[in-house]
């Protein structure tokens, strides 16, 4: 027998009032009319609305104490976690000319609230990327006399690298699947024209970029600004067993255009990245860079205009504009190349914008006064909200005579130190980081906050939730003061890319189902269950099926290798056609970096996604009367991908295809027969691909038995995927299993006649 934990009492308001009146012969037998709208009978639905209160709140008392077991076993509710994402800022007048440092925390108007991460600064300059595309030899033997004549009027002896100046994530929009700007360009360079607001009137666009200039280089300040970038990079999709490695920044430089040798020729400046404000690990992973710029009179392009210029955009030179309105607003072309020496040959990137800075979805709250001391042990405060990031939690308590000081945060008050004196005097406390509460030691473990003394929040960021994983331009203005205190100017904010990585807090019952694994493997991953339950607990990731493979190696395709266990995860998804789901590269490495603290040291772990082969099935089938011919043929699809499907409820068990199962023409038979419609199984045929093929180039697998039955093989680390599916309704002798998985046969067509197109007599 299951256990149920009893209500105390599960009688209800009409229960109450029923009991009370069937009791009014008894107690009251001249009261021989109890109707609605009697004296008597308010009180009694008085007092039954009142018992009905009572035993609500009696009915909390098991549900206090599943919540005081939790508390006990020191496993608190996990908090909610922000989504992030990285946005560009622009002015949002043209007429603000200066550079402004903002503070973290400036405030994004959004759904939810948003938060600036760090200190940035907003340039008045419009950053436009482009890239010097190649063209292709039909291009090339399209224009090959143009292609010539300019090669005489430049001089060029040798051989000619034709270009076209294109843009590249234009209007500030994202390329989610990525464009090589090294590899897709001339010269391996990505180009960034910094453009000045336009002027009012046209005649004013000189004085508008000098302005914007001297904004650039610092004006008379005594130190130029810096030029925020933001960078995303497009990750490819790790191949199949793939153990992606930690991240390698890439060897890249950052130059300015300068004046050179003469009014008309250009030189570089490699312009540096301050220390400590590169987030995006080198270009290897989404963040921001600041790079300091050099003085005004330092920062300059050459012409445009080949009247002034003839060598605009020739050789080593800028990319030519021929836009006339951006050419008057130029002010430099900033370039990211590769290092001179180092084998770069490719750079995939989502997005590039300037101005840009990171926010996540949390509220920063500070100077708050949680309370007074009582002098008592276990003291409990709480915060002014809950899901708190407890890294930048800040506790202070007042001392007599000293004022507020600062308190440390530890996991346990028990476990402080081994040193009774040390224990006793440590200014500490427990925090739940779910619940938003602080909790005290007892004078033996932690110290006890004297009595009448304030207890403050110095510092704070609360908040989170899957609701803040929004859509590319969703947030829209930003509200921020400068370093200096002042009010920003009225900024707008670009949003490329959506926000995402958002998590709400964890529910009681989803910590209920995981306290049993917990007690079980005690967060460490030593047996293949340990690993299975830690690796589908990772936070802030949805993982929908996990095998542990012990003692194989994914890069050698080899098992028995001793001290290595590999971890094979898939992410959630609802069952839908093909592709399968497949794990991206932030996936594996939240997952492998969730497990890597957790298993012995002598543990060589692998998280990998899963090595799929592709399938294809045609199937043919009599129906029952009655049956609609495209209903019950969907229905088949639907059936055969469902039973392939490697998460729930895939699999001939409802927890996706087991792996390493051979797929087998029997087994898909007795699944077809299943469905509702189908009279009789005609037929089927199991397609797969030779390795290294692509496309439609299907091959009848060979049968294994004298029966005509198929498999599928294979090996312990596969799964299949149902790349195509071919179902046929087929009546009497007419009709066989299609032989082709390209197109399905028209059955309205007669197999013996040609159709052939006549001219009309009239026109």
Avoid at 605 to 634: K, S, T
């Amino acid at each position: 027998m299951p256990i149920q934990p009893p209500s105390l009492d599960d009688r209800r308001f009409d229960d109450l009032v029923e009991d009370l009146v069937a009791r009014i012969p008894a107690h009251t037998p001249e009261w021989t009319d109890p109707r609605l709208g009697d004296p008597g009978r308010t009180l009694i639905e008085l007092f039954a609305w009142l018992g009905d209160a009572l035993l609500y709140r009696a009915n909390l008392i098991p549900e206090r104490q599943r919540l005081v077991f939790l508390k006990l076993l020191g496993q608190g509710l996990r908090p909610a976690l922000p989504s992030r994402g990285i946005v560009g800022l622009a002015f949002a007048q043209d007429t603000e000319l200066g550079a402004h440092t903002l503070a973290p925390q400036g405030l994004a108007k959004a759904a939810l609230p948003f938060e600036t991460l760090a200190e940035t600064t907003v340039l008045p300059v419009i950053g436009e990327a482009y890239v010097k595309r190649r063209l292709q030899p039909a291009e090339l033997a399209r224009r090959s006399e143009l292609l010539q004549g300019l090669a005489r009027i430049h001089q060029i002896n040798g051989a000619l690298k034709a270009y076209e100046t294109t843009p590249v994530f234009a209007g500030g929009r994202a390329a989610p699947e990525g464009i090589d700007v090294f590899a897709d360009s001339a010269d391996r360079a990505l180009w960034i024209a910094l453009l000045a607001p336009p002027a009012p009137r046209p005649e004013q666009q000189a004085a508008t970029n000098d302005a914007v200039r001297s904004a650039l280089g610092g004006g008379d300040s005594a130190l130029p600004p810096l030029l925020s970038v933001g960078v995303v990079p497009a990750l490819a999709m790790p191949a199949p067993l793939e153990q992606p490695s930690a991240p390698v920044a890439v060897p890249v430089l950052w130059e300015i255009t300068t004046p050179g040798r003469s009014a008309l020729e250009n030189d570089y400046l490699t312009l540096g990245v301050q220390s400590g404000t590169d987030t995006s690990a080198g270009l290897a992973r989404a963040g921001t860079l600041r790079l300091q710029l050099p003085d005004e009179s330092r920062i300059w392009a050459p012409p445009n205009d080949v009247g002034i210029n003839p060598h605009a955009g020739v050789g080593d030179a800028p990319p030519r504009l021929d836009d006339t309105d951006k050419a008057s607003r130029l002010i430099a072309w900033l370039r990211l190349r590769p290092v001179p020496g180092e084998p770069v040959g490719s750079l995939r990137l989502a997005w590039l914008g300037l101005n840009a800075v990171e926010i996540d979805q949390r509220t920063t709250l500070a100077g708050r006064v949680l309370g007074a001391s009582t002098g008592a042990a276990d003291q409990v405060f709480g915060l002014p909200a809950g899901s708190v990031d407890a890294d930048t939690l800040r506790i202070e308590v007042e001392s007599p005579g000293r004022g507020y000081e600062a308190w440390q945060r530890v996991d346990d008050l028990a476990a402080i130190s081994a040193d009774a004196q040390v224990a006793r005097e440590a200014a500490a406390f427990e925090l739940d980081a779910e619940a938003g509460t602080l909790r005290f030691g007892d004078g033996l473990r932690g110290r006890v906050p004297e009595r009448d003394m304030r207890v403050r929040l110095a510092h704070g960021r609360f908040g989170g939730g899957r609701a803040g994983n929004l859509p590319p331009g969703s947030v829209t203005e930003l509200t921020a003061r400068r370093i200096d205190g002042r009010p920003a100017p009225a900024l707008v904010v670009l949003q490329p890319l959506a926000l995402a990585g958002g998590e709400d807090a964890e529910t009681l019952a989803a910590a209920e189902r995981r306290l049993p694994g917990l007690l079980r493997h005690r967060d460490r991953a030593v047996t293949e269950e340990d690993f299975k339950r830690i690796a589908l607990d990772t936070p802030a990731v949805a993982v929908g099926r996990v095998e542990v493979l012990p003692r194989f190696k994914p890069r050698d395709r080899r098992f028995e290798v001793p001290g290595v266990v590999s971890v094979l995860a898939l992410p959630d998804a609802p069952l839908a056609p093909a592709p399968n789901p497949r794990p991206d590269r932030p996936f594996i490495e939240r997952v492998h970096a969730h497990l890597a603290a957790r298993v012995p040291l002598a543990t060589e772990l692998y998280v990998i996604g899963c090595e799929y082969v592709p399938l294809g099935i045609a199937v043919a089938v009599e129906l029952r009367d009655g049956y609609a011919r495209d209903a019950v043929l969907l229905q088949v699809r639907e059936a055969l991908r469902r039973l392939l499907w490697p998460l729930a409820p895939g699999g001939v068990d409802g927890a996706g295809w087991p792996l390493g199962r051979p797929v087998r023409s029997r087994e898909l038979e007795v699944e077809v027969s299943r469905v509702a419609g189908v009279d009789e199984l005609r037929g089927i045929t199991l397609f797969g691909r030779a390795e290294g093929e692509s496309g439609d180039d299907w091959r009848r697998l060979p049968t294994i038995a004298a029966d005509g039955a198929q498999a599928l093989a294979l090996q312990r680390w596969q799964l299949p995927e149902l790349l195509s599916v071919v179902a046929v309704a087929v009546s009497g002798t007419d009709g066989a299993v299609p032989t082709d998985l390209r197109a399905l046969p028209n059955p309205f067509a007669e197999a013996g006649a040609v159709a052939v197109p006549v001219v009309p007599e009239l026109c």
